[in-house]
């Protein structure tokens, strides 16, 4: 079992960096794709608004829960180490093989396809070529990260920041048609949600606020062990919260509810719309290097948490061997970076971006259910721990968000298809793994 005090990380990372490092990686990761898949689903401009607002309040009470388990548990190894903890060791062994195969490696092979379908804007290699590009951009970050070499946090303030930029850049883009008073793309209302489509819609935002949870993994770095975790989770939330509802006013201003749901590249297309072609494809370019950095983030935090879990496992010292020399856990980074490219094949096979979305929800959602349940668990099952930071209205917030999570995991399942299928049946292989592995000594 991985014993936090055998390694004992400094307190170094301010609760400010640690907000952008989250905007940064949660950013990329949907907010320029997602949107025209919710709207397909919601159907009205103000569906599409409740459910982003609904994606904003689960993760905020996610947000909370992580407060307390990550502050009272800190550890490299985040989730991992707090779930063993409620769960045990076989079923933390799972959840690490989760992230290693389904959560984290999706995450970066879809993250592929967002960078994909937009450099294919830019140069088009056909309707092959957004798995192309999906598949040279996995290879070609995981090359990057077994280097070694990481930037200074001079660099990962400056790459959010320029993320940022670009979603005011769309915010732009909208107000400038309303000064020009240009109508959107399309006009109609859309059409009428039902509650399997609000649903399914929930699934892609829910997608697009994805890697909050991952910050807990810096637990045991940030300065103020009491509430800097508090402070720079709930910060993070609340700042993507917003800037997700600018976003979307500014898709839906420029495109309409349905020429939103029926665009490739939404934010290139508004670019396109309110500054000419030349714009679309300047933006194009931006969001995909801030698919970029997302992958490069996930990579990171997906390769540690392999790594922690292997070396507590007999049978998996391969992975959970560490590079002194490079200072990175490269057999790691490696096997993740198969696994990755697998999914982009899987992906290029069946419906890209929609399919990797199958693949990793249902089993996203499981875990956090499981997590938010771990701060019942845990305060029955250990009182005495100290707990520098408590959910606030417990038990209530906590079954909520467990509750809302299951919710999710059924929306998720509610339309089986190739990619929940296949995520369920790795899930299993997992299973089979925890059992024939054993916990090191």
């Not at 200074?152 to 915010?171: C, F, M, N, P, Q």
Request: proline letters at 6%; hydrophobic letters at 50%.
């Amino acid at each position: 079992m991985y014993d936090p005090n055998a390694a004992t990380p400094t307190r170094h990372l301010s609760v400010p960096y640690v907000i952008f490092i989250a905007v940064g990686m949660v950013v990329g990761a949907g907010i320029f794709k997602s949107p025209a898949l919710v709207a397909e689903n919601a159907g009205s401009v103000w569906a599409v608004y409740g459910v982003w607002v609904i994606g904003g309040l689960v993760s905020l009470m996610g947000a909370l829960c992580y407060g307390e388990l990550s502050t009272a548990y800190p550890s490299p190894g985040g989730d991992y180490y707090f779930l063993n903890k409620a769960y045990g060791p076989s079923f933390g062994f799972s959840f690490a093989w989760a992230r290693f195969s389904i959560i984290n490696t999706g995450s970066i092979a879809l993250l592929g396809f967002v960078i994909g379908d937009y450099l294919n804007l830019v140069w088009n290699l056909g309707p092959n070529g957004p798995a192309l590009f999906a598949l040279g951009s996995v290879a070609v970050m995981t090359l990057f990260n077994l280097r070694g070499t990481t930037g200074g946090k001079g660099a990962d303030y400056a790459i959010t920041s320029l993320e940022v930029i670009g979603l005011l850049a769309l915010a732009a883009a909208a107000a400038w048609l309303v000064i020009q008073e240009i109508p959107p793309t399309t006009t109609g209302p859309g059409h009428a949600p039902n509650p399997a489509g609000l649903g399914y819609a929930l699934v892609f935002v829910l997608l697009a606020f994805g890697g909050w949870s991952e910050m807990s993994t810096l637990s045991a770095e940030i300065k103020n062990s009491e509430r800097g975790m508090v402070q720079a989770l709930l910060g993070s939330v609340l700042i993507i919260t917003l800037l997700y509802l600018m976003a979307n006013w500014a898709l839906l201003r420029g495109l309409g509810v349905e020429g939103l749901a029926q665009s490739k590249a939404p934010a290139a297309d508004l670019m396109a719309r309110a500054f000419g072609p030349q714009a679309g494809i300047v933006l194009a370019i931006a969001v995909a290097a801030a698919a970029i950095t997302s992958i490069n983030g996930t990579i990171i935090v997906g390769a540690r948490t392999s790594y922690a879990a292997a070396r507590d496992r007999t049978g998996l010292r391969w992975i959970g061997t560490w590079d002194v020399k490079r200072g990175i856990p490269a057999n790691a980074i490696i096997a993740q970076g198969i696994v990755s490219i697998g999914l982009v094949v899987l992906g290029a096979w069946y419906q890209g971006f929609s399919t990797l979305v199958d693949y990793t929800a249902p089993v996203y959602w499981a875990f956090l259910t499981a997590s938010g349940l771990a701060v019942i668990i845990l305060r029955r099952k250990m009182p005495d721990q100290p707990r520098p930071f408590k959910v606030p209205l417990y038990p209530v917030l906590p079954l909520v968000f467990a509750g809302s999570s299951a919710l999710m995991l059924w929306s998720s399942l509610n339309y089986v298809k190739v990619g929940a299928l296949f995520g369920l049946a790795v899930v299993g292989v997992g299973i089979v793994l925890a059992l024939i592995t054993k916990p090191q000594k």
